[in-house]
């Protein structure tokens, strides 16, 4: 049984956090500890108007409040398998790098660090300042996993979720559950097939579907 802890900020993107939740919640192995921030609440009603609040919360086993410090994965002693934070805004970023434990999210992430646990942040904002990128680059020397949501595109995907599912593929690796979310790169014998199945008569006959290496 692993026991993984979710903070979602606000930050646009609450999909990515929805998204890994449901994965999560589909496997019987994992415990799920989830944490939202005020401006992630507003962020799903604005952004996911199909996701009730209720719904969001049911994908996990505990749920705490943001304000609530004397939660348990406020604490050290609380043993889990690792957090992530997705969406992790720019002021989520901040706290954490500089050990500003203001909500549960933050002092979990503070938490996290000082007893060398995993901590994965997908921070989203763009353009970047210098100061994002300070931040990201101090957690990252700490060894914070920073796996922004930047879509690949190798993998020809044809909706939103296919971009979403694509970046939390990447989270589930990354904290060892198995999970075939999003077709993985197979190598150019198959991604050649796939462009021809993709569009059989775009290309003329005898030319090559995707160009060759050298
Ligand atoms: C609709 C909306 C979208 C936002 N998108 C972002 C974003 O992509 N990145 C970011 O850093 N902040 C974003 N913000 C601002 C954060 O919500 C704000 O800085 C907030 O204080 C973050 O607090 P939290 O990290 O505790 O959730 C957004 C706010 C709103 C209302």
Redesign the pocket.
């Known amino acids: 049984m692993k026991r993984i802890v979710v903070g979602?900020?606000?930050?646009?993107?609450t999909i990515y956090g929805v998204r890994l939740l449901e994965a999560l919640h589909a496997d019987p192995d994992v415990e799920v500890h989830l944490v939202?921030?005020?401006?992630?609440k507003?962020?799903l009603s604005?952004?996911l108007p199909d996701y009730t609040l209720d719904r969001v919360k049911a994908l996990a086993d505990v749920v705490d409040d943001?304000n609530d410090m004397g939660a348990t994965i406020s604490s050290g002693s609380f043993r889990h398998d690792g957090m992530v934070i997705v969406?992790?805004?720019?002021?989520?970023?901040a706290?954490i790098a500089t050990g500003l434990g203001?909500?549960l999210?933050?002092r979990a992430a503070d938490v996290t660090l000082k007893e060398h646990r995993q901590l994965i942040v997908v921070?989203?904002?763009?353009p970047f300042s210098q100061i994002?990128l300070q931040n990201m680059l101090t957690l990252a020397r700490m060894g914070v996993e920073i796996i922004p949501p930047i879509p690949a595109f190798y993998n020809q995907p044809k909706t939103v979720d296919d971009i979403v599912n694509h970046t939390v593929m990447k989270l589930l690796d990354r904290l060892g559950i198995d999970n075939s979310l999003s077709p993985r790169w197979e190598g150019f014998e198959a991604a050649r097939a796939a462009v021809k199945q993709a569009v059989p008569a775009a290309r003329p006959a005898g030319e090559s579907d995707i160009a060759e290496v050298g």
């Open positions: 979602i900020s606000g930050a646009s993107g939202m921030s005020k401006w992630a507003v962020n604005v952004e943001a969406p992790a805004s720019m002021k989520t970023v706290a203001d909500n999210i933050a921070p989203r904002e763009s994002h």
